[in-house]
């Protein structure tokens, strides 16, 4: 069975950086697009960041220019750098596969929050 475990959220203010990371268990991840996704208080999930096994990355516009995708397959890790955050970024983070794990696994997330 496929899981997720995602680290690294926290406060932070206003055009501050935090790093994620997510590891995934019970398959390998060199073989997946894997993705971040984030989902606000009242709102869907969101797909926000995503890299191929070829590691080419795409981003929603509402976070390109200020977060960074990347993976380390050694690790069965992706990670997030996310810059200049704003407060619309508050919310809970998510990894996965895109598109998402046929079991529909989530993890249980890590939260962003962006507060002065």
């Known amino acids: 069975q496929v899981q997720f475990v995602e680290s690294g959220g926290g406060l932070v203010q206003p055009g501050g950086s935090l790093r994620l990371s997510c590891t995934m268990s019970?398959?390998?991840?060199?073989?997946?697009?894997m993705a971040w996704y984030r989902q606000a208080n009242g709102k869907q999930r969101e797909f926000i960041a995503a890299?191929?096994?070829?590691?080419?990355?795409n981003y929603v516009d509402s976070v390109k220019g200020r977060f960074t995708i990347s993976r380390d397959n050694a690790k069965n890790t992706v990670y997030l750098q996310m810059n200049r955050l704003k407060f619309e970024d508050t919310a809970v983070y998510y990894c996965?596969?895109?598109?998402?794990?046929?079991?529909?696994?989530w993890g249980q997330g890590t939260q962003v929050t962006v507060a002065s």
């Open positions: 890299i191929t096994e070829g590691g080419i990355t």
């Open positions: 996965n596969t895109r598109p998402v794990n046929t079991a529909g696994s």
């Open positions: 019970g398959n390998i991840i060199r073989v997946y697009t």
